[in-house]
């Protein structure tokens, strides 16, 4: 079946530091990727997505890449903001599959 | 702008009791789903609609049931609430589902605890 693996937390870190989530998956097929981010209180919001092999996607200052031969798409961002804690998911769907199979969300706390 | 709107926000039950948590959106989209969200486990889809008029289990349907009303609504009841039941519940909507790659459209969650 699809999966998603996420790297646990939590994750702290300063502010303008660099992060990285990493994100690895199993799917039959060519899955489709996403990151979501959820901020407190609050529910899932799609922060970027790529469809096939080598897309990148970006969003605020986020950026993941489709690495089919790694069967990854990790999230990074060159330099968070306090406003970036959150909790951030990882996501799949595959091919004629309306279902999204979500990682188990990573944590991250940014300190002034 | 609305989006998707779950009612209540917060839920106290006791074990047994039934409860039907109400989901409408307004963006005129095909797909909803219910996802529940525990500790360390991340999202796990409960029921889904891919359509007006059908409805399919996901991962974790035992002790759900759910009802389609019409395009806008999707209600989640709980029959016999039990202690496992105790998560934040979130409803989400999707264009045309996500095989089509459309993203989903997540409510704000209702907190539900059974004692």
């Known amino acids: 079946g699809n999966s998603v693996t996420q790297m646990e937390g939590p994750v702290t870190l300063s502010e303008e530091a660099f992060l990285t989530i990493n994100c690895t998956y199993t799917a039959t097929g060519y899955p489709s990727l996403f990151w979501y981010v959820q901020y407190p209180g609050e529910g899932l919001q799609l922060l970027l997505k790529a469809t096939k092999a080598d897309d990148k996607g970006s969003n605020k200052g986020f950026e993941a890449t489709y690495r089919k031969e790694t069967t990854s798409f990790h999230l990074e961002k060159g330099s968070v903001q306090v406003s970036d804690s959150a909790v951030y998911f990882c996501?799949?769907?595959?091919?004629?599959?309306?279902?999204?199979?979500f990682g188990a969300g990573t944590t991250v706390t940014v300190r002034a | 702008n609305a989006g998707v709107t779950q009612t209540p926000k917060f839920q106290v039950l006791k074990t047994g009791q039934s409860m039907t948590l109400q989901c409408a959106q307004d963006?005129?989209?095909?797909?909803m789903y219910w996802y529940r969200q525990d500790p360390g486990m991340g999202l796990r889809l409960i029921y889904y609609s891919a359509s007006e008029g059908t409805t399919d289990k996901g991962e974790v349907p035992n002790g759900y049931n759910v009802s389609r009303l019409n395009k806008r609504e999707f209600s989640l009841r709980l029959e016999s609430a039990a202690p496992s039941q105790t998560s934040v519940y979130f409803c989400?909507?999707?264009?045309?589902?996500?095989?089509?790659?459309?993203?989903?459209?997540f409510g704000d969650g209702t907190r539900l605890s059974i004692l």
């Open positions: 989400a909507s999707s264009e045309l589902g996500a095989r089509d790659n459309q993203p989903q459209h």
């Open positions: 963006m005129n989209h095909n797909s």
């Open positions: 996501a799949l769907s595959a091919n004629n599959d309306y279902k999204l199979s």
